[in-house]
């Protein structure tokens, strides 16, 4: 059956440290991946987008992993800030469906103590 | 740039009345998403639609549910004869034309909660 998880513990890290946050998926082959941000009674708010032919994707402290045969995403903050501290979302797109349709994991919640 | 708006934010129904959503997407924005997330859960795909036409529904229950993205006026979902299973967020995307689409805007959200 198809399949996204993402840890579903949180993930409790100091100021400054570097989290890492792991997205796997099982019978799926998207075209691209993404990372969202959500805060307690928010909507997603749009990260980074990985495609499958790329391997990395930085934007300023974020940077993503995208490794197609490991079907695997890795999701790293470095320099971690209080503000980090929200839940990640790692959603992939239903290759089959060419519609933008978007597949969500349960998400990570980070918490970033100073 | 207004951002994708949603309201009512907060909406309370009794068992067995009518929910509508409704979804304004960012200015340009010819697609939308609508997603269901229940406590606890991830967030679900429902629905996808471009102005006047139902893309893809294979994420929206059979009965009671629909959407709608009129030519002009915001995006509505409906839900009929609400039941308590039906409590969560919902939550509306919009993305422009062409590749530029895969990146997907969402709203605030509506918290439907049903007595």
């Known amino acids: 059956s198809q399949k996204i998880e993402q840890n579903s513990e949180a993930l409790n890290i100091q100021e400054g440290k570097t989290a890492t946050l792991t997205c796997n998926y099982t019978?799926?082959?998207?075209?691209?991946l993404q990372w969202y941000r959500q805060d307690p009674g928010r909507g997603p708010v749009f990260l980074l987008l990985?495609?499958?032919?790329?391997k990395e994707k930085r934007k300023e402290r974020l940077k993503v992993t995208f490794d197609t045969t490991l079907k695997q995403s890795l999701f790293h903050i470095t320099a971690s800030q209080p503000a980090d501290s929200a839940t990640y979302l790692c959603?992939?797109?239903?290759?089959?469906?060419?519609?933008?349709?978007?597949?969500f994991g349960q998400g990570t919640t980070l918490q970033v103590k100073p | 740039n207004a951002g994708v708006m949603q309201n009512p934010r907060h909406l309370v129904r009794r068992r067995g009345q009518e929910a509508r959503l409704r979804c304004s997407p960012m200015?340009?924005?010819?697609?939308v998403y609508w997603y269901r997330q229940l406590p606890e859960e991830g967030l679900k795909f429902m629905v996808y639609?471009?102005?006047?036409?139902?893309?893809?529904e294979s994420g929206m229950p059979k009965e009671r549910f629909s959407a709608e993205f009129p030519k002009e006026g915001p995006s509505i979902l409906r839900i009929q004869q609400v039941v308590r299973g039906d409590s969560a967020a919902y939550f509306c995307?919009?993305?422009?034309?062409?590749?530029?689409?895969?990146?997907?805007?969402f709203g605030p959200g509506t918290r439907l909660l049903v007595l």
């Open positions: 639609l471009q102005k006047e036409n139902i893309i893809d």
């Open positions: 990985i495609r499958e032919n790329e």
């Open positions: 995307a919009s993305s422009p034309l062409g590749t530029a689409k895969e990146t997907q805007y």
């Open positions: 959603a992939l797109e239903h290759g089959s469906s060419n519609t933008g349709k978007l597949i």
């Open positions: 019978n799926y082959s998207p075209a691209y």
């Open positions: 200015k340009g924005h010819s697609h």
